[in-house]
């Protein structure tokens, strides 16, 4: 199985830049995408390939990367930003998920 | 506008068999994928299955030998069904839609499952 990994906390101030990393245990080319998820709330797409604004989404979200490396940023970060972040490969089965970064604000 | 909402028992004691549903709306099950993630409480996501459009299924290998995915496209409807729990599979269990590089792009409310006697 694929282990992305993540860390697990980032405190970053209101209209700052908030940086979030995720590494994949191997290559997973672009297939990486990143999610939301508020507290007591279902996931939401954000990212998709890497690099890809999910519709909807703010262009303060963006991600880059590929092969083993992925950044995930929001700038400027605004407080309805604070949440759990998640990446997932979609490279191989099983389809995995990194085990989330709390944005918390300074 | 698409939907997707779990129904199923909150409650269920252990070495019993969960079953779930997910009914879809504002798309075709034979377009889309539908795939079921879970997450226990205060804890990561862990991605348990998927039906594909086409009626093939796959299986977390870790979960494998105790869950069954099945579909009703006529009713727009997707079934999980997960044999012999134990109180680690309780969980927030989702249904959410996968595109065809499986991203999972709309997300059901969830469904909170608890195994207790």
């Known amino acids: 199985d694929i282990v992305l990994t993540q860390s697990p906390a980032l405190a970053v101030s209101l209209g700052q830049r908030a940086t979030i990393s995720c590494r994949a245990s191997?290559?997973?080319?672009?297939?990486m995408h990143w999610y939301q998820q508020k507290s007591g709330q279902q996931p939401k797409l954000l990212i998709y390939?890497?690099?890809n604004l999910a519709s909807g989404v703010p262009a303060r979200f963006s991600g880059s990367g590929s092969g083993t490396d992925f950044t995930f940023t929001i700038d400027p970060v605004e407080a309805d930003d604070i949440a759990t972040y998640y990446c997932q490969q979609s490279r191989n089965d099983p389809l995995t998920f990194g085990s989330g970064t709390k944005l918390e604000i300074k | 506008q698409v939907q997707l909402k779990e129904s199923g028992p909150g409650l269920v004691q252990p070495s019993q068999t969960l079953s779930l549903t997910c009914t879809v709306s504002?798309?075709?099950?034979?377009?889309?994928?539908v795939h079921w993630v879970r997450q226990p409480p205060g804890k990561g996501l862990e991605w348990m299955g998927r039906?594909?459009?086409?009626?093939?299924?796959y299986y977390n290998s870790a979960l494998k030998s105790r869950l069954s995915i099945s579909r009703d496209t006529s009713k727009s409807q997707v079934f999980l069904k997960m044999n012999s729990l134990q109180t680690e599979d309780t969980a927030i269990y989702y249904c959410?839609?996968?595109?065809?590089?499986?991203?999972?792009?709309?997300w059901g409310q969830g469904a909170s499952v608890t195994v207790s006697s």
């Open positions: 039906m594909k459009y086409d009626g093939d299924t």
């Open positions: 959410t839609r996968g595109t065809d590089y499986y991203v999972m792009d709309a």
């Open positions: 191997e290559s997973v080319r672009s297939s």
């Open positions: 504002g798309f075709s099950l034979m377009d889309y994928s």
């Open positions: 390939g890497a690099s």
